[in-house]
Every structure is written in C-alpha cells, then in structure tokens.
C-alpha cells in the first residue's frame, strides 16, 4: 500500500515539475506568456519579458533589456547590459541587478532583497525594496509614496567602473517617501530632499543637500 502511494506521488511530483520547465537559449529574445508558470528564464543576447500574473523563477540574460508586467512574480531578476522595468504590482523574492542599465519601478513593485547597478539611472514610482539601493554612477529618483529599507548605498568609483559618467550622481527623494536605514555616500553626489519625505542618517562624504517642495 504504501509502496503503491509513494508510486503515485512520484508520478504527481513528475508532472508538476514538467509542468514549470525552465525556459533558455543563446541568441533571441524570450517572451513568457501572461499567467504562464515557469522555472528560470536565461538568454545571452536577447531581451526577456515576463508577462502578466505570470510566475517564473530566475530571470537572467547578458545583453538585452528584462521587463516584468503587472502582478508576475519572480525570484530574481539580473542583466548585464540592459535595463529592468518591474510594472505595477510586480514582486521579486530576491535581488534585482544590471550592470549597465536603467532601473524602473513601477505603483506597488515590490523587490525583497536589493536593487543594484553600476551605471543607469534608478526611477521608483510608489515601489518598495526591502533590501536597499546601490550604484556607482547612476541617478536616483526615490518617488512619493516609495519605501526603502535598508538604506543607500553610493559606491566610491573603481577602475571596473567602465562606460559610466564622471559628473556626481544625483539622488532625488520626493516628498511622502521613505528610506530607512542609512544613507552612505562613497563619492559626492547632489542629494535633494522632500519636505515631508523621511530619511535615515547619511554617512561618508557629505552631499550637496537641496530642499524639495
């Protein structure tokens, strides 16, 4: 009996894991279709997008842009040259990284581990992270209603740093944000702040601080 159950339990097991195949190729592009439930998604060149109330796991490829829409659900979502757009309602249980390329958050993204890049410009629209935001070169704009814990992070310039501005980033937080946690600054940068906008304690070099409305 209990030879016959474990039987059918590895059968079951079989389909659900067939069920959520990882999706992968070298060059093209790779479009997961809205409600669709996969494993990893993986190019090398090529951009991903990720549709609707769709869930997947792992998101990753090396050149191309990776976009998220409305309510999907991902583990983690990494590029290298390209950018990352996470539409309204988007979660991401682990860490979103680029190296080089823009990152954009949309009303009620949610990202539980950290937002990352090297160059490219951050934009959150009433998204949250959990994990905090670090750069090196790129802009950031924390928008009303967004919340970040775990700080910011402004990493000091390497010799890594290839393909980014030399001018100080600037980091904008409008007025109804939140970031907790400290904000540690490697580098100059321009730092503008809300008037009703709450922050945690900057360390390192001292921004050039700007009063927003």
């Known amino acids: 009996m209990f030879r016959y159950v474990a039987t059918?339990?590895?059968?079951?097991?079989?389909?659900?894991?067939?069920?959520?195949?990882?999706l992968d190729r070298v060059n093209g592009s790779i479009e997961v279709a809205a409600g669709r439930e996969v494993g990893d998604v993986s190019t090398v060149n090529g951009s991903i997008t990720v549709g609707a109330d769709a869930r997947v796991q792992g998101v990753e490829t090396v050149n191309g842009?990776?976009?998220?829409?409305?309510?999907?659900?991902?583990?983690?979502?990494?590029?290298?040259?390209?950018?990352?757009?996470?539409?309204?309602?988007?979660?991401?249980?682990?860490?979103?990284?680029?190296?080089?390329?823009?990152?954009?958050?949309?009303?009620?993204?949610?990202?539980?581990?950290?937002?990352?890049?090297?160059?490219?410009?951050?934009?959150?629209?009433?998204?949250?992270?959990?994990?905090?935001?670090?750069?090196?070169?790129?802009?950031?704009?924390?928008?009303?209603?967004?919340?970040?814990?775990?700080g910011i992070l402004i990493e000091k310039p390497h010799g890594w740093s290839w393909g980014g501005k030399s001018n100080r980033p600037t980091v904008t937080i409008e007025s109804g944000a939140t970031v907790n946690g400290t904000l540690r600054f490697e580098r100059e940068v321009d730092l503008y702040v809300g008037a009703g906008a709450v922050v945690g304690p900057i360390e390192g070099v001292q921004p050039l601080r700007h009063a927003l409305p």
């Open 65 to 150: 842009a990776i976009r998220i829409e409305p309510r999907a659900t991902a583990r983690s979502v990494e590029t290298v040259n390209g950018s990352v757009t996470l539409e309204d309602g988007v979660v991401v249980s682990g860490s979103v990284e680029t190296v080089n390329g823009r990152l954009t958050l949309e009303s009620g993204a949610r990202v539980d581990g950290r937002v990352e890049n090297v160059n490219g410009d951050f934009e959150l629209h009433g998204a949250t992270v959990r994990g905090g935001l670090a750069t090196v070169n790129g802009d950031m704009r924390i928008g009303t209603g967004s919340l970040v814990d775990g």
């Open 8 to 22: 059918l339990l590895y059968a079951f097991s079989a389909v659900a894991l067939g069920s959520v195949d990882d």
